[in-house]
C-alpha cells in the first residue's frame, strides 16, 4: 500500500481542531477533501498530534496511504497537489515515501509545543499570542517550571470528559520560559499531551507570573489530583504544535 509521510503546518484559528467531527470545520477534514480530489481514491490519514481546536501547527506529521492507487505518484506531486487544493491557511511543507507501516501517531516517541504570550497589545498577532495585561513575575514562572520533569500523573491539568479511559500518566522531558522581545515564549515538551493539558499547564504557569497561585500552589497541583488547575486553561491562540520527535531524532 502506498504510503507517505507529510510534513503540515496550519493556522489553527478557523478550525475545530485536527481530528474530523460530524458538521465541524477541521483540518483533517480540509485534507481529507483535497486528498478525495487529488486520489480519486479512498486514503487513511493520520496525525501525529491531535491538535485541539484552534491550536497552531508549525510542524505535525501525517502519515497518508492510499490502498487502491491506480497510478504512481511522487512525492512532489502529492505536495504540489495538496497545495493547489488546500485552502490558505493549510500547507504542506514537506513529503516523502514511508514505508507501508509507517504510522504517525504510533512511532512518535515526543511532541513539543510553543507557547507565546505578549507583553503588549498588538494589532496584528490576537490570532497567534494570548495578550497578558498583568505584570509578570517571570522568575516565579521559571522557578515553578522547573516542576515540569519526570514521569507524572497530570489528570488534573487535562479535560477527562473528552479523553478516552487510559491511563493519565505523561513523561513530560523539558519545560523551558525565556523572554524574547514583547514575547514570553513557553516550550515543553512532552512523550504525548493529554486533552487541553498543554492549555493549561500554561495558564497555570502565567497565574503562578500574575501571583495568583505561588510556586508551592503549582506543585501541589501537579502531585496531588485537584480541579483547581483546571481554572487556569491559557486560550488557543498562543498554542503551537512545534516538532513531533521520532527515535533517532
Known sequence: ???????????GT??????????QRT??????????????????????ENTEPGVHARSNIISLSVPELSADITPRQILEGFNEILPHDINILKT??????????????GRE?????????????????????????LAAMKKASEFLQGR???????????EKKGSTMVNLETASIEESDELILI???????LPKMFQRLVGNLAEVGRGGISVDDFRRNLNFKTAAAAKFTAPPSGAFLEKVIYKGQ
Open 1 to 11: 500500500m502506498p504510503t507517505w509521510k507529510l510534513e503540515i503546518e496550519y493556522d
Open 96 to 109: 516523502r515515501n514511508a514505508d507501508e507501516i509507517f504510522h504517525a501517531w504510533k512511532e512518535a516517541a
Open 152 to 162: 507524572l500523573d497530570l489528570s488534573s491539568f487535562a479535560d477527562l470528559e473528552s
Open 27 to 48: 483540518v483533517q477534514g480540509e485534507m481529507m477533501v483535497a486528498a478525495r480530489q487529488l486520489f480519486a481514491n479512498r486514503v487513511e490519514m493520520i496525525a501525529a
Open 14 to 23: 478557523r478550525y475545530r481542531g485536527w481530528r474530523m467531527e460530524h458538521n
Open 187 to 193: 516550550r515543553i515538551r512532552a512523550s504525548r499531551f
Open 113 to 137: 509545543y510553543v507557547y507565546q504570550i505578549s507583553t503588549r497589545r498588538t494589532a496584528f498577532a490576537k490570532n497567534f499570542v494570548w495578550w497578558n495585561k498583568n505584570k509578570i513575575d
